[in-house]
């Protein structure tokens, strides 16, 4: 099943992007060479025309396609490997590799500048965010381990030293001769509009490797992150394991440099799959949603992005996944705001219709003045009575009252009384005796005086199921046969009544 | 403070911690014995908190690990699994080093070392237990789920294999982590705190369970924290405040100069009963 949902996405995105867009690639690599972008970045901002829309939207323009695709096949990975990096609870740690890789990025370009080379070359940039990031990473464990800072003081530390550092290095840069056309700045911010071919080959391959080691290593990863005691004392090397993940969130984190820039990167690898975990308890599926949200928001990103040149890219994308993050925090089927909403609306409406139930057995049972099952019988109920049974306003038991009605509980109501219809009355009987049996048990077992029992049987009994009931009825030898003896006496007098 | 008092108290009772007891012999450690511990010695910063730990547990018996909070008892079980940095001592498992015997023990980790709220139903953790067998790269297959259902149902829990894992009650966790724990079919097992805030169910399922184990000839260690079912639940018994006060079988072991000496001032009220009880009978 979480096989094939993941070889399923995987062939997906192969089947739509890739494929195309590699035809298209060999086509203009063939014909014109890498293309600048400028078509796209030097386009005065207005709204676009329905044919601009249709153009990104169906990507045909030969730009626009590299870069979207870039972008989501991009969001695919970032979106996977940080389900594990949120599972393992190490989303400041990914903060704290992208943005150590600042110095390592502006080191390359100058060493490459001094060697005489032109120092944007992209793999030597890129190289040196990876050992910069992996330095900053080193530099976090061995403060943990000499020291006994703690690991966020740690990572603050180095994460803020790094990216001051890199930023120094970045003043300088702009003072030597080459310096001034570097665009080492777009790695802060990202700037997609400067892809090229290249790039989107890097993204790629970074994408089927990341997904490649998420299935081969997905039984280990789920182990530690889960119960990393346990997966060492089995005798999984856990380190490994970690700088494999780690190592995997780098080299996404430096593919990424480029899209969404260092700074905005954590929130490409964070936010996908903390969206995800609102929609299922299933960690196979929250990576597959988490790669799809990444993808998808890397996607609308990009051509949002596309459409109108001058919002930059990696922004857009970030704020395109925080949108996809709010819909799954209010609309998520497994934990979203909104089911656990009508969940506990669903229970307060039953724990109410329960105690108008009880409150008019009750009161049923008082008009009879030797109270026994038998003698109790359905009748018109004065719902001024009802109303001092228990400590709830007029309106509020009129809402009970209507939305019993509607529930089909109540056979009518009108001129202050009340008619039960037969399920009603059978519910009110079994209400009132789980209530009882519930009390009895609390002042036999729990010690509970008879005049307070009231309240604490009220906090249980609405969510007794039946098997705890028939554990009560065992209990409670007098109760066990239910036919015979079937409804307990009230062990407090009942307030209100028919008086 | 504290740990300087037990540490004191370890200095006067004869066994110095160190340098003077270097003609003492070691005791002949069979090979039949599923753990035995060598001068065991772990320290937090510094701060011993196992203190040159000797033991050597009978096969097939429940063993109890009884001493005050914060006495080690979870430290030693770590570092007889490597789990914490020893600052000496040797581990052994059946007669050869704990490393090349992993397969042969079985772990019960505290309930609350682990986040909860992870997204895994109760099947996949208890699978987890016999990932060892599936090695590198090898997916759960049919055989590694069939033995995890198997476990599941010995805890009574098959029926909430599907369940993620936060929405099963304290007790149904704890059951979910001894099922892991059979998956595992070793041969020792160390479980830390297995009974610590469980319903009767729950408590009445890990009794037979031992008792099964024991049947079968297993070994289990337990981290216990309720003196009061000690001598019902458990054959041996090893009481320990840092360093181990004595061990050997409940009967003769588990008395009242020995927990005094294991709680040390903190079961006054106990000792004043145990001393009360004794004037009752003259």
């Known amino acids: 099943m979480r096989r094939a949902a993941l070889h399923l996405a995987l062939g997906l995105w192969i089947l739509l992007f890739v494929v195309p867009s590699l035809r298209g690639a060999v086509i203009h690599d063939h014909t014109e060479g890498i293309r600048p972008l400028g078509s796209l970045a030097n386009r005065p901002i207005d709204w676009p025309s329905r044919a601009d829309l249709l153009r990104v939207a169906l990507l045909q323009d030969y730009n626009t396609r590299l870069v979207v695709v870039s972008a989501s096949l991009l969001g695919t990975a970032c979106g996977l490997i940080g389900g594990f990096l949120l599972l393992r609870k190490r989303s400041l740690m990914g903060d704290t590799l992208s943005h150590a890789t600042l110095p390592g990025i502006c080191l390359a370009f100058m060493g490459m500048v001094a060697f005489g080379h032109s120092g944007k070359s992209m793999p030597g940039l890129l190289l040196g965010a990876l050992l910069s990031g992996i330095l900053g990473f080193a530099t976090v464990l061995a403060i943990r381990k000499v020291t006994r800072v703690k690991d966020d003081a740690a990572m603050g530390i180095v994460l803020s030293v790094f990216f001051g550092l890199g930023v120094a290095l970045l003043g300088l840069i702009q003072k030597m001769p080459e310096g001034s056309a570097a665009g080492l700045e777009a790695f802060i911010y990202g700037k997609t509009a400067s892809m090229v071919f290249e790039d989107f080959l890097v993204v790629s391959s970074v994408t089927v490797a990341a997904l490649l080691v998420c299935v081969a290593l997905f039984k280990e990863f789920r182990l530690v992150c889960f119960d990393e005691g346990f997966a060492s004392s089995q005798g999984w090397p856990v380190v490994v394991l970690d700088t494999i993940m780690l190592g995997l969130v780098t080299i996404v984190t430096v593919a990424g440099l480029q899209a969404v820039g260092l700074i905005l990167v954590i929130a490409f690898l964070i936010t996908p799959a903390a969206a995800a975990r609102f929609w299922t308890h299933r960690l196979g599926h929250l990576l597959a949603l988490g790669a799809l949200i990444g993808g998808l928001s890397g996607w609308m990103g990009a051509a949002i992005s596309a459409l109108l040149p001058r919002l930059p890219a990696g922004a857009i994308i970030v704020l395109v996944a925080a949108i996809l993050f709010l819909v799954s925090m209010f609309f998520g089927s497994a934990r979203g705001v909104l089911v656990r909403w009508f969940r506990q609306s669903r229970l307060k409406r039953k724990i109410g219709r329960q105690h108008l139930l009880r409150a008019a057995y009750e009161w049923l049972e008082s008009r009879v003045e030797n109270p026994d099952r038998e003698r109790v019988i359905n009748g018109p109920i004065k719902m001024a009575a009802l109303v001092s049974s228990r400590s709830w306003s007029v309106p509020e038991l009129n809402r009970e009252i209507r939305r019993a009605y509607d529930d089909a509980f109540v056979q009518s109501f009108s001129d202050g009384e009340l008619c039960l219809n037969e399920a009603g009355f059978l519910a009110a009987a079994r209400v009132t005796r789980n209530h009882r049996l519930w009390e009895l048990y609390l002042i036999e077992n729990a010690d509970i005086a008879p005049n307070h029992v009231d309240r604490d049987a009220d906090a249980v009994e609405h969510v007794l199921g039946e098997p705890l009931v028939n554990e009560l009825e065992k209990l409670l030898p007098a109760y066990r046969d239910a036919r015979r003896s079937p409804m307990p006496g009230s062990p407090h007098p009942i307030s209100g009544g028919a008086e | ?282």
């Open chain 2, 1 to 282: 403070m504290i740990r300087l008092f037990h540490f004191d108290r370890a200095t006067q009772s004869g066994q110095a911690p160190s340098g003077e007891e270097g003609g003492r012999e070691f005791p002949e450690h069979s090979a039949r014995s599923p753990l035995s511990v060598h001068d065991l010695t772990v320290a937090y910063h510094r701060k011993p908190v196992v203190w040159d730990v000797d033991l050597e547990l009978p096969e097939g018996k429940l063993v109890a690990l009884v001493g005050p909070n914060g006495a080690g008892k979870s430290t030693l079980i770590k570092a007889c699994q490597e789990l914490v940095p020893k600052a000496s001592g040797l581990v052994q498992v059946y007669g050869r080093p704990y490393r090349h015997q992993r397969h042969l023990v079985g772990y019960v980790p505290q309930r609350e070392s682990v986040d909860w709220d992870f997204p895994v139903s109760a099947m996949d953790v208890v699978a987890m237990g016999g990932y060892h067998r599936l090695g590198w790269l090898r997916p759960v297959n049919k055989r590694c789920r069939s033995e995890a259902m198997q476990a599941l149902e010995r805890v009574g829990l098959a029926d909430l294999a599907g369940r993620q894992i936060s929405q099963l009650s304290g007790g149904q966790q704890q059951r979910t982590f001894l099922a892991r724990a059979l998956a595992q079919d070793a041969r020792l097992y160390l479980m830390d705190e297995p009974f610590a805030a469980v319903d009767a169910a729950t408590e009445r399922v890990i009794v037979e369970l031992l008792h099964e184990l024991k049947a079968r000839g297993r070994t289990c260690f337990v981290v216990h924290h309720d003196l009061a079912t000690v001598t019902e639940y458990f054959d041996w018994v090893v009481l320990m405040n840092m360093r181990v006060v004595d061990a050997g079988p409940t009967k003769e072991v588990f008395h009242q100069e020995n927990l005094r000496k294991t709680y040390g001032g903190k079961l006054t009220v106990l000792s004043a009963a145990a001393e009360a009880v004794r004037n009752a009978g003259e």
